[in-house]
């Protein structure tokens, strides 16, 4: 895929280069609003709301990594997605039992990217890890998310957040620090070789 | 920012080979000499596998977006109505055009053939009244044996004599005159002829006389001239609806099967 001349179509307004672009970064983007807002219906929204802002904005972009662009883009749409939230929070639709508490979600179980095999062997731990993210404050989960489910540098990160490098290694730390907390009460779901002392 | 944070701060930019230089050394160092380091670092190092090896999800759609979900005026679903259109009007027109110029408009194609018909008509009664009248200029030399028979008994009576070389002289000097009225009794004038004959000889000959077109037949002249006129401009048109026709049905099922 010549990214950067599907770039320069889709700069002069041609939707179908644009299409292509996004058939090939939408699992990453998807998975950005995913890792920050822990609802597929709130990640599936994000998405497209970054897709459409980006085609529209995308004239603005001058070059460099269109990765990181699209997701500061995406990581953008997640904050104004979150900031919704909190103005109008919602009562949210899981089975509770007798007592008021929430039956398990089918979305906490279900992960409608991976085959069944794969989910049984990998959904636990991955609903295990998205646990850990939705209790990181949501500065401290987009750098996560992006350093380490993304693997972004840290460049890329500063880029995407619009924060100096000295702010991305803080809240990564912190983050890290936490997470590491969190997934200290799902040890038995880690691998061997990754479990963590408590 | 107490020590333990900037020392958690510096573990992880190492983990990550964001430390370069002294502060590199530093850590290392300090990993060496320090435990307690040593074990937050391999915490902070499994924590960070583990959240690397998060699986990633497919999206579970496409995210394609469309002409209207970007506000863009789509041209295809434009262009393919009006072409549509316009291959159709086009067409009807092309079919109403042919039905006039088949049953309206008069052909002027068929006049020629017509006028020669006409033409030959009179060629054939004119060479009839020739023959009527040379027939009839040749009786003389019969007409004095039937004459000298009824006038045998008048026979040396030069009175008579001169009154038939007279009547004979008045006959053959009435003949041009015969000849020259003829056309005017035939069944077809020569008006018609020379009418329908007009723009391409201009004059029509009957026998020896050459008669000029008369006024009249102006009219009928600029009328068939206008007829040809107007079957050129309707050819025209109707070459031109043809290839809008075509050219604009062929546009509109490219942009159909675009479209779908």
């Given at each position: 895929?010549?990214?950067?001349?599907?770039i320069?179509?889709?700069?002069?307004?041609?939707?179908e280069?644009?299409?292509?672009?996004?058939?090939?970064?939408?699992?990453?983007?998807?998975?950005?609003?995913?890792?920050?807002?822990?609802?597929?219906?709130?990640?599936?929204?994000?998405?497209?709301?970054?897709?459409?802002?980006?085609?529209?904005?995308?004239?603005?972009?001058?070059?460099?990594?269109?990765r990181?662009?699209?997701?500061?883009?995406?990581?953008?749409?997640c904050?104004?997605?979150?900031?919704?939230?909190k103005?109008?929070?919602?009562?949210?639709?899981?089975?509770?039992?007798?007592?008021?508490?929430?039956?398990?979600?089918?979305?906490?179980?279900?992960?409608?990217?991976?085959?069944?095999?794969?989910?049984?062997?990998?959904?636990?731990?991955?609903?295990?890890?998205?646990?850990?993210?939705?209790?990181?404050?949501?500065?401290?989960?987009?750098?996560?998310v992006?350093?380490?489910?993304?693997?972004?540098?840290?460049?890329?990160?500063?880029?995407?957040?619009?924060?100096?490098?000295?702010?991305?290694?803080?809240?990564?730390?912190?983050?890290?620090?936490?997470m590491?907390?969190?997934?200290?009460?799902?040890?038995?779901?880690?691998?061997?070789?990754?479990?963590?002392?408590? | 920012?107490?020590?333990?944070?900037?020392?958690?701060?510096?573990?992880?930019?190492?983990?990550?080979?964001?430390?370069?230089?002294?502060?590199?050394?530093?850590?290392?160092?300090?990993?060496?000499?320090?435990?307690?380091l040593?074990?937050?670092?391999?915490?902070?190092?499994?924590?960070?596998?583990?959240?690397?090896?998060?699986?990633?999800?497919r999206?579970?759609?496409?995210?394609m977006?469309?002409?209207?979900?970007?506000?863009?005026?789509?041209?295809?679903?434009?262009?393919?109505?009006?072409?549509?259109?316009?291959?159709?009007?086009?067409?009807?027109?092309?079919?109403?055009?042919?039905l006039?110029?088949?049953?309206?408009?008069?052909?002027?194609?068929?006049?020629?053939?017509?006028?020669?018909?006409?033409?030959?008509?009179?060629?054939?009664?004119?060479?009839?009244?020739?023959?009527?009248?040379?027939?009839?200029?040749?009786?003389?030399?019969?007409?004095?044996?039937?004459?000298?028979?009824?006038?045998?008994?008048?026979?040396?009576?030069?009175?008579?004599?001169?009154?038939?070389?007279?009547?004979?002289?008045?006959?053959?000097?009435?003949?041009?005159?015969?000849?020259?009225?003829?056309?005017?009794?035939?069944?077809?004038?020569?008006e018609?002829?020379?009418?329908?004959?007009?723009?391409?000889?201009?004059?029509?000959?009957?026998?020896?006389?050459?008669?000029?077109?008369?006024?009249?037949?102006?009219?009928?002249?600029?009328?068939?001239?206008?007829?040809?006129?107007?079957?050129?401009?309707?050819?025209?048109a109707e070459?031109?609806?043809?290839?809008?026709?075509?050219?604009?049905?062929?546009?509109?099922?490219?942009?159909?099967?675009?479209?779908?």
């Amino acid at each position: 895929m010549d990214e950067t001349g599907l770039i320069q179509d889709a700069q002069g307004g041609d939707l179908e280069a644009f299409n292509r672009l996004i058939l090939a970064y939408q699992d990453r983007v998807y998975n950005q609003a995913f890792r920050v807002l822990g609802e597929y219906q709130s990640a599936d929204d994000a998405t497209q709301e970054a897709f459409i802002s980006a085609y529209k904005s995308i004239r603005s972009f001058r070059g460099g990594s269109f990765r990181a662009w699209l997701l500061r883009i995406v990581t953008n749409a997640c904050y104004d997605e979150l900031r919704r939230k909190k103005r109008r929070p919602t009562t949210p639709l899981e089975p509770v039992d007798d007592e008021g508490d929430e039956i398990e979600s089918p979305n906490w179980i279900a992960d409608p990217g991976e085959s069944p095999e794969d989910n049984i062997a990998r959904g636990e731990l991955a609903n295990a890890i998205q646990a850990c993210l939705d209790q990181l404050s949501e500065d401290f989960r987009v750098v996560v998310v992006l350093v380490d489910v993304q693997g972004l540098d840290y460049i890329e990160a500063s880029q995407v957040i619009g924060k100096p490098l000295g702010t991305i290694k803080s809240r990564l730390a912190r983050a890290r620090s936490r997470m590491r907390e969190c997934l200290q009460g799902f040890w038995e779901l880690l691998p061997h070789s990754m479990r963590l002392e408590s | 920012m107490n020590d333990s944070e900037r020392y958690l701060e510096a573990l992880s930019a190492f983990l990550d080979g964001e430390l370069t230089g002294n502060d590199r050394e530093r850590i290392e160092k300090l990993l060496q000499e320090d435990e307690n380091l040593q074990n937050w670092h391999e915490e902070l190092n499994r924590t960070r596998r583990v959240l690397r090896s998060t699986p990633a999800l497919r999206a579970p759609r496409n995210y394609m977006l469309t002409p209207d979900m970007v506000g863009q005026k789509d041209k295809t679903n434009r262009a393919f109505p009006i072409l549509r259109f316009a291959s159709a009007f086009a067409a009807l027109l092309l079919v109403l055009l042919f039905l006039g110029d088949l049953f309206v408009i008069p052909r002027p194609l068929l006049a020629p053939a017509r006028s020669v018909q006409i033409a030959e008509s009179i060629q054939l009664d004119e060479e009839a009244a020739v023959a009527e009248a040379e027939a009839f200029s040749v009786q003389p030399p019969d007409a004095p044996a039937e004459l000298l028979m009824e006038a045998a008994p008048m026979e040396g009576e030069p009175a008579a004599e001169a009154e038939y070389d007279e009547n004979i002289s008045s006959s053959m000097d009435s003949s041009p005159t015969l000849e020259k009225s003829l056309p005017t009794a035939s069944p077809f004038p020569v008006e018609e002829a020379e009418d329908i004959l007009a723009g391409t000889a201009g004059t029509l000959v009957v026998g020896e006389s050459e008669i000029e077109p008369e006024s009249s037949s102006g009219f009928l002249e600029d009328e068939s001239r206008s007829n040809v006129e107007l079957r050129s401009y309707i050819r025209f048109a109707e070459f031109t609806l043809l290839i809008v026709a075509l050219s604009s049905g062929i546009a509109a099922y490219y942009f159909f099967r675009r479209k779908s």
